[in-house]
């Protein structure tokens, strides 16, 4: 289902939709900037939109269903060496070579069962982003949830995310606090290759 349709007060910034990622380039299979969710991921995300809100914020989704040739896009740039187009703004302390071996790209994701978001929080206070001391997508030690190389604030900003999170019914990721997976998940053993694109879903 459209994400927009099961919670309609949750922001979309479809990053693999634009150029600004760690490829440097729109995605294959991003035919729209719009989120796709299973009905039961879509479900548990609106009773976390409901409760963000209550506490002065909105959440704000970068990823949700990924299809199977998105994922393959990010193989076959990992695997092309000299492409690091990205570097500075993604991967500033790794080199491209190490990013199958460390985990950070894999041949399969869960985002692609779709019951898995990529998400922040947005201050409706201040009517920005909150600053969660890194950024969406960053490979390195910085992004682990836990991670307390950085303010009190900002560390305090990701366990927000997360109880509300958590709280709804998803699960978090040990390495990108912005990672969540309903759980348990509807399609635990099927990895969709529909396009993103609303006409799918007619």
């Not at 950070?104 to 994701?109: A, E, R, T, V």
Request: proline share 5%.
């Amino acid at each position: 289902m459209l994400l927009a349709d099961a919670a309609p007060d949750v922001i979309q910034e479809i990053r693999y939709y634009s150029t600004y990622n760690f490829v440097g380039e729109r995605i294959d299979g991003y035919e729209e900037p719009i989120a796709l969710i299973t009905c039961e991921a879509g479900e548990a995300l609106a009773a976390a939109s409901e409760d963000a809100m209550a506490r002065g914020y909105r959440l704000k989704v970068f990823d949700a269903y990924r299809p199977q040739k998105a994922v393959d896009h990010f193989v076959r740039w990992a695997e092309d060496v000299d492409d690091t187009r990205m570097k500075e703004f993604f991967y500033p302390e790794l080199d491209k070579s190490v990013l199958f071996d460390q985990g950070y790209i894999d041949k399969l994701s869960g985002h692609t069962r779709g019951s898995t978001v990529d998400i922040t929080l947005f201050d409706m206070k201040t009517e920005r982003e909150v600053d969660a001391g890194g950024t969406f997508d960053y490979f390195g030690e910085l992004s682990h949830p836990d991670y307390r190389g950085i303010t009190d604030e900002q560390y305090e900003m990701r366990m927000t995310l997360r109880d509300i999170m958590v709280g709804a019914g998803y699960t978090p990721l040990e390495t990108e606090w912005w990672h969540f997976r309903l759980d348990p998940e509807p399609y635990p053993d099927t990895y969709f290759t529909f396009p993103v694109n609303a006409d799918v879903l007619s």
